[in-house]
């Protein structure tokens, strides 16, 4: 009776996979395989299959003896056989191997030879490997071929080991940040991200009475504009104080850095000699007077010695120096900086550090920092500046490692650029040691460009997750193609066909190259496309002229609350 029951299952095993076969492998390599499906008349594959089987983007199983390794299609084909009949043809990506439980491990340790069935890789089989893969809670989208299988993320991969999130204008950028950080905020409501907006798409603002809100929950978000958060002169680094005062073309330029040098470190002894805080260094972050500063330039421009007689090695060697400094203290639109009215001294920093990483009144997951506002010019300086402070918060913090934090850099193509401009240079050496050392402090990074090929490739190399959306350029395509993990040849063909909102992941954060269509995020972001067609075809709006160019003048764009 057992036998007959043995040979039962065996017999019942044997019919299950013989109706599952589509294929063999005529063609073996080390990076992809090469199939000849099976005629229709030949397939036992259901007719519902029939219309999609080889698919670009597919699964399929080689089976072997007891391997079964998961493929991807790559290409798909037809060619004439010896007796002038079309075979169906596909090429095959390796991805991994399927265990025994039925798990997934990346990679293929024993490869099969030409011959080995192909076989459908059945809905059930997927939904167990990406179910199974990363964090249940942390759901970021569905696969666009099996629209019930949720797409879930490793979070300590993607958020410990740098991620990037890249795609055109238009792809669905915003959109992708904001679903996965709303995700991320379900799932991990004690998050500490850094948010930085370029183009006021995150936060609560007020454009003329009408009222935008963070699409971020309002009890795990806090927003601020730079004025309000305030990164004062003094927390500069002393190179990043050269770079916004000094022109290194002066011919000058090296005996302002030296006098500089010496002066900062008076200036910061004296004024924080009430702190006893022992040694101090010209990149110390404790506060001096800029009043100061300038006293000491000045004088030291006009030095003289004989009743004026002689004139020092000094004189008139600060010219330059002197009119960048009155130039920024004169222009309101650099008084977050030039002039703060809150970070007054060296005691206010651990309350700026606090409202940055999310620990200020209230508490807040999430810190969005509104950078619209800053000036161009700036911008670099800025966002070089709460870069070093991201990674110096967890560097000298003891518990760094139970206090991870994210910093998301949106636009990183306008401050972290591949080539070495010298306005940018302190913006990238920044992110770049975020990018090297960061992880060991328990400080992630996250780059989020519409130009790829424009950002720096130290940065986007030592990322280890990546989410594609659309991407139409040559260059932009072969540039993220040759930094990314996993870069299966047919997956990144399809870069240019996604739909908008559509995305292909690859790295450690999902268990195989896939491509997922994003969920929605609720609510949006700020950042809609306008609708050109109907907002012409109704009546005129009328725009109060007088309001705008009131706004230019005082250099306010809008107000935004910050929470």
Not at 266 to 275: G, I, K, P, T, V
């Amino acid at each position: 009776m057992l036998e007959e029951a043995g040979a039962g299952e065996q017999q019942a095993t044997g019919e299950s996979a013989k109706r599952s076969r589509v294929g063999l492998l005529i063609d073996v390599t080390g990076d992809h395989f090469t199939a000849r499906l099976d005629s229709t008349k030949d397939s036992d594959a259901p007719a519902s299959h029939e219309h999609s089987i080889g698919q670009v983007g597919s699964y399929f199983l080689v089976k072997e003896s007891d391997a079964n390794i998961l493929v991807m299609v790559e290409r798909s084909y037809r060619i004439a056989d010896k007796q002038g009949r079309a075979a169906h043809m596909v090429h095959l990506t390796p991805l991994g191997e399927i265990t025994g439980s039925g798990g997934f491990s990346r990679g293929v340790s024993r490869y099969p030879i030409s011959g080995a069935e192909l076989h459908r890789m059945e809905e059930d089989g997927l939904k167990a490997i990406f179910s199974g893969y990363g964090d249940k809670d942390f759901k970021v989208g569905n696969l666009t071929s099996f629209e019930s299988i949720g797409v879930h993320l490793d979070a300590s991969a993607f958020f410990g080991r740098h991620a990037a999130i890249l795609g055109q204008s238009g792809a669905g950028k915003s959109w992708t940040v904001t679903s996965l950080m709303q995700a991320a905020l379900r799932s991990m409501p004690s998050a500490h991200i850094i948010l930085l907006d370029m183009h006021g798409e995150y936060g609560d603002k007020d454009v003329d009475g009408v009222i935008a809100h963070s699409p971020f929950p309002a009890d795990k978000v806090r927003c601020f504009r730079a004025d309000q958060l305030e990164f004062p002169y003094w927390l500069l680094a002393f190179s990043e104080l050269c770079e916004l005062v000094i022109n290194a073309g002066d011919e000058n330029a090296s005996i302002q850095m030296s006098f500089l040098r010496s002066t900062l470190i008076r200036l910061r002894e004296e004024a924080n000699e009430h702190l006893d805080l022992g040694h101090i260094t010209v990149d110390s972050p404790l506060y001096y007077s800029m009043d100061d500063l300038i006293t000491a330039v000045k004088t030291a421009n006009r030095e003289t010695s004989d009743f004026g007689k002689k004139k020092s090695a000094l004189y008139g060697k600060f010219d330059q120096v002197l009119v960048r400094l009155n130039s920024l203290l004169n222009d309101n639109r650099y008084d977050f900086l030039m002039r703060p009215k809150v970070r007054t001294s060296t005691e206010s920093l651990p309350g700026l550090m606090q409202d940055l990483v999310g620990l200020g009144n209230p508490r807040a997951s999430i810190s969005v920092l509104d950078l619209s506002s800053v000036p161009f010019d700036v911008v670099p300086l800025v966002a070089a500046q709460i870069g070093r402070l991201t990674y110096e918060f967890n560097f000298w913090n003891p518990r760094c490692r139970e206090f991870p934090l994210f910093l998301i850099c949106e636009e990183a193509h306008e401050y972290i650029p591949r080539e070495d401009i010298p306005r940018f240079r302190e913006a990238r050496r920044s992110m770049e040691r975020i990018s090297k050392n960061g992880r060991k402090y328990g400080v992630g990074l996250c780059v989020v460009s519409q130009r790829p090929h424009d950002v720096s490739e130290t940065v986007l190399a030592q990322c280890s997750s990546y989410i594609c959306l659309r991407i139409s350029n040559p260059d932009d395509q072969e540039y993220v193609r040759s930094m990314v993990p996993d870069a299966a040849r047919g997956t990144f063909a399809a870069l240019t066909s996604l739909s908008k909102g559509e995305a292909v992941a690859l790295g450690e954060a999902v268990p195989m190259p896939v491509r997922f269509r994003v969920d929605m995020p609720d609510p949006p972001p700020n950042s809609t496309d306008i609708d050109y067609s109907q907002k012409w075809r109704n009546e005129d709006m009328t725009v109060d002229v007088a309001n705008l160019v009131n706004n230019w003048h005082k250099q306010e764009r809008y107000f935004s609350s910050s929470r």
